[in-house]
């Protein structure tokens, strides 16, 4: 079935250092990829979206790149700010379903 | 603008008593669904209704499972009896979907469920 796979956590960063999140999807039929991050104690917020190859989606610093040879969706900044701290989930659209990602865990220290 | 509301925040009760989970998705959205997420599993879907009509319900565990759509603006969840391996934090999500435009999902901020 579609799927997703992302990078495994936990990932510890520096403040002001650079952040890549790998996703990789399956690539049937012509998905909308998003990156949603989830604060603790909160729902998952939609970061960024992309809805067709070569898309690029931005939202507060970060950025991820829908790209179709490689059915890869990664998640960059490349400034991390201690507020970043989370956990990060790659999703594709299948029909009505999102698939998710397992989530990656951020930690960004001071 | 108001987001998905979900209702309690934090549940706890013991083994055996009947759950009830709600939801109020964002108004205009003709798309609902429940999500469960544990450390184990992830998240996984429950159930999705559309237009008030449950379309997909395959994700839910087993009988003692059930959910409701009465109208546009409200939605609940039921666990009876409830088990202490129901114990996880449920999300509810709307969305204005339409087919073939990929539009995301609004999350609520979950209710999390503690069964002694």
């Known amino acids: 079935g579609d799927s997703v796979t992302q990078m495994e956590g936990p990932v510890t960063l520096s403040e002001e250092a650079c952040l890549t999140i790998?996703?990789?999807?399956?690539?049937?039929?012509?998905?909308?990829l998003f990156w949603y991050v989830q604060y603790p104690g909160e729902g998952l917020q939609l970061l960024l979206k992309?809805?067709?190859?070569?898309d690029k989606g931005s939202n507060k610093g970060f950025e991820a790149t829908y790209r179709k040879e490689t059915t890869s969706f990664h998640l960059e900044k490349g400034s991390v700010q201690v507020s970043d701290s989370a956990v990060y989930f790659c999703?594709?659209?299948?029909?009505?379903?999102?698939?998710f990602g397992a989530g990656t865990t951020v930690t960004v220290r001071a | 603008d108001a987001g998905v509301i979900q209702s309690p925040r934090h549940e706890v009760t013991e083994m055996g008593q009947e759950v009830t989970l709600r939801c109020k998705p964002i108004?205009?959205?003709?798309?609902l669904f429940w999500y469960r997420q544990t450390m184990m599993r992830g998240l996984e879907l429950l159930i999705y209704?559309?237009?008030?009509?449950?379309?997909?319900d395959s994700g839910m565990p087993e009988d003692r499972f059930s959910a409701k759509m009465p109208n546009a603006s409200f939605s609940t969840l039921k666990i009876q009896p409830s088990e202490p391996r129901d114990s996880a934090v449920y999300f509810c999500?709307?969305?204005?979907?339409?087919?073939?435009?990929?539009?995301?999902?609004?999350f609520g901020d979950g209710t999390r469920l503690s069964i002694l």
């Open positions: 999500a709307s969305s204005p979907w339409d087919r073939g435009q990929g539009q995301p999902q609004h």
């Open positions: 790998n996703c990789t999807y399956t690539a049937t039929g012509y998905p909308s």
């Open positions: 992309a809805t067709k190859a070569d």
């Open positions: 999703s594709r659209s299948n029909d009505y379903k999102l698939s």
């Open positions: 108004s205009g959205h003709n798309s």
């Open positions: 209704f559309n237009n008030n009509v449950p379309i997909d």
